[in-house]
């Protein structure tokens, strides 16, 4: 595969991750339409990489065969890669067991800033019937909420608005399995919208929760997952400052550090939360609890507040968002017909304002 001519500016971008290659000049043009890969970009796929810290963009229509394994961790990087998709087929990605330090995500999908400032965002990619070793990381103006493009979008009252501007959108994840390896399998960074998590096993261990939905994050469905994972000692499914999500008809096999939390990390990084956990749809999910003489809660809204939070006060003074107020303020959600299993409904904590709590039920196990 000849190695494209890259501008100097995103050469030194994807140089810092370790891109095994990547056409700079039209990955921050609008993409061309996804189309089928070509015999070389297959080849490099089925091949095994002589630096396995290499990532290998992709922007066009990928079908692998069950029989495939993808030992290289693979990139959506700006418009260009709009459109395109993931096929394994049962086929595999990623090393079982390979979680070298500061080693990016085994699936990437990012937003690029050209020279201008500039965000080329990714959109309308599918990934599916994938088995995952490692993890997914979607991402725009940062990796998370700390990142310093995200402080410094914070200090303005539209963060909110330009965070989700620049974030990929209308991504699908289905019939995967994840195994996780350390990192969080699935992580929707700052602004990220429109994610389809569905009929998925989150499997393996992990340092932090199983998804996590970040800051400014909004409108993402998780339904009909698995989640088998074990987390050292966060809950299941984060939901920080995310709004007008739907996550239903999942089920929770080892709820041992909690199930689903809402919550707003104030001031976090220095940066300004501006939106909170609201109008955020929780229904139809089963907890199950393995004999625990004290288990988390399955669903706690308002998780975390200022006193629980020691960076609350890491954030500038402003007119809005944590600057103004740190609470969380997880209110407006709904939370209806889930099932606890060996567990009763005070696992069920509403510590907001204007929830909908009902229909929740106990049974044995």
Same mark, same amino acid.
């Given at each position: 595969?000849?190695?494209?001519?890259?501008?100097?500016?995103?050469?030194?971008?994807?140089?810092? *991750?370790?891109?095994?290659?990547?056409?700079?000049?039209?990955?921050?043009?609008?993409?061309?339409?996804?189309?089928?890969?070509?015999?070389?970009?297959?080849?490099?796929?089925?091949?095994?990489?002589?630096?396995? %810290?290499?990532?290998?963009?992709?922007?066009?229509?990928?079908?692998?065969?069950?029989?495939?394994? *993808?030992?290289?961790?693979?990139?959506?990087?700006?418009?260009?890669?709009?459109?395109?998709?993931?096929?394994?087929?049962?086929?595999?990605?990623?090393?079982?067991?390979?979680?070298?330090?500061?080693?990016?995500?085994?699936?990437?999908?990012?937003?690029?800033?050209?020279?201008?400032?500039?965000?080329?965002?990714?959109?309308?990619?599918?990934?599916?019937?994938?088995?995952?070793?490692?993890?997914?990381?979607?991402?725009?103006?940062?990796?998370?909420?700390?990142?310093?493009?995200?402080?410094?979008?914070?200090?303005?009252?539209?963060?909110?608005?330009?965070?989700?501007?620049?974030?990929?959108?209308?991504?699908?994840?289905?019939?995967?399995?994840?195994?996780?390896?350390?990192?969080?399998?699935?992580?929707?960074?700052?602004?990220?919208?429109?994610?389809?998590?569905?009929? %998925?096993?989150? %499997?393996?261990?992990?340092?932090?929760?199983?998804?996590?939905?970040?800051?400014?994050?909004?409108?993402?469905?998780?339904?009909?997952?698995?989640?088998?994972?074990?987390?050292?000692?966060?809950?299941?499914?984060?939901?920080?400052?995310?709004?007008?999500?739907?996550?239903?008809?999942?089920?929770?096999?080892?709820?041992?550090?909690?199930?689903?939390?809402?919550?707003?990390?104030?001031?976090?990084?220095?940066?300004?939360?501006?939106?909170?956990?609201?109008?955020?749809?929780? %229904?139809?999910?089963?907890?199950?609890?393995?004999?625990?003489?004290?288990?988390?809660?399955?669903?706690?809204?308002?998780?975390?507040?200022?006193?629980?939070?020691?960076?609350?006060?890491?954030?500038?003074?402003?007119?809005?968002?944590?600057?103004?107020?740190?609470?969380?303020?997880?209110?407006?959600?709904? *939370?209806?017909?889930?099932?606890?299993?060996?567990?009763?409904?005070?696992?069920?904590?509403?510590?907001?304002?204007?929830?909908?709590?009902?229909?929740?039920?106990?049974?044995?196990?």
């Amino acid at each position: 595969m000849a190695k494209p001519v890259y501008t100097a500016f995103l050469a030194l971008l994807l140089h810092n *991750v370790g891109f095994a290659s990547a056409d700079a000049a039209s990955a921050t043009r609008g993409a061309p339409g996804a189309v089928p890969c070509s015999a070389e970009l297959y080849e490099t796929l089925r091949a095994v990489p002589d630096d396995v %810290s290499l990532v290998q963009p992709v922007a066009c229509k990928v079908e692998l065969t069950r029989d495939d394994m *993808v030992t290289t961790d693979l990139a959506f990087l700006g418009a260009r890669a709009s459109g395109a998709s993931l096929d394994c087929h049962g086929g595999i990605i990623g090393i079982p067991g390979r979680v070298p330090k500061d080693a990016p995500p085994t699936i990437q999908i990012r937003s690029l800033q050209d020279e201008q400032g500039k965000w080329n965002v990714p959109r309308n990619i599918t990934i599916r019937n994938c088995r995952i070793y490692g993890s997914i990381r979607i991402s725009g103006l940062g990796i998370n909420g700390e990142a310093d493009n995200v402080r410094q979008s914070s200090l303005n009252r539209n963060h909110t608005e330009f965070a989700q501007a620049a974030a990929p959108s209308n991504i699908v994840l289905d019939n995967l399995t994840i195994v996780a390896d350390g990192p969080t399998p699935v992580y929707l960074a700052p602004g990220v919208t429109k994610v389809t998590l569905s009929h %998925s096993v989150i %499997s393996g261990f992990t340092k932090g929760s199983g998804v996590y939905l970040d800051a400014e994050t909004a409108h993402n469905v998780i339904s009909g997952n698995r989640f088998d994972v074990t987390t050292r000692n966060r809950e299941v499914l984060s939901v920080d400052g995310s709004a007008n999500n739907v996550i239903e008809n999942n089920s929770f096999t080892n709820a041992a550090h909690g199930g689903i939390y809402l919550y707003r990390n104030c001031g976090e990084g220095g940066t300004i939360r501006h939106q909170t956990p609201q109008h955020n749809r929780i %229904s139809g999910n089963s907890f199950v609890y393995q004999d625990l003489a004290h288990p988390k809660p399955a669903v706690w809204l308002n998780a975390r507040e200022p006193w629980q939070n020691f960076y609350c006060n890491d954030d500038p003074p402003a007119p809005f968002g944590s600057g103004a107020d740190n609470h969380s303020f997880a209110d407006f959600n709904i *939370v209806t017909n889930n099932q606890l299993v060996g567990g009763d409904a005070k696992l069920i904590r509403d510590n907001g304002k204007n929830n909908t709590v009902s229909g929740n039920s106990q049974k044995a196990k």
